[in-house]
């Protein structure tokens, strides 16, 4: 598979999952109906930084698919940490389970330093890529225990 054929589909599977996912849960999205913690960004950065984090996501895995580096393991850490990513929204949107998407976020944190790892032991690049991701559902994760607190 060409370089180009490589990338764009690294980068189009992560960005139509969370594209879909935003579709399919926009209706169900109250954030600014919710009491906010004085560190809420505003919600017109979600998508724009979600956008930039799938990207990258897409990419880093690119740059592992491209050496030939992608192996089960790999498949299965990066596939299960956007899947536990998607279904958020779900549970905190949708279903409006904040406690209960702590918890959950929680898990994709971890999943997340694991995909870290592997992705770092492949390639310094690739992992070091996703050093945004983690910052970013790290900050998530302080918003949404924040949110439910609030909330309760």
Do not use: H
Not at 38 to 46: I, Q
């Amino acid at each position: 598979m060409s370089r180009f054929k490589i990338f764009a589909k690294s980068i189009l599977i992560p960005v139509i999952v969370g594209g879909v996912v935003g579709l399919i849960t926009s209706k169900a999205i109250n954030y600014n109906d919710l009491i906010q913690p004085a560190f809420a960004p505003p919600s017109f950065l979600f998508p724009i930084v979600w956008t930039i984090l799938y990207v990258l996501m897409g990419v880093s895995y690119g740059i592992l698919d491209k050496k030939g580096l992608v192996d089960c393991e790999i498949n299965s850490i990066y596939y299960l940490q956007l899947t536990v990513n998607a279904l958020w929204s779900f549970i905190f949107f949708v279903f409006k389970w904040r406690l209960f998407a702590f918890v959950w976020i929680l898990i994709l944190d971890a999943l997340v330093i694991d995909m870290i790892i592997k992705f770092y032991k492949k390639d310094k690049t690739a992992g070091l890529l996703q050093i945004p991701y983690l910052l970013w559902i790290s900050f998530a994760t302080v918003l949404n225990f924040a949110v439910y607190l609030l909330n309760k």
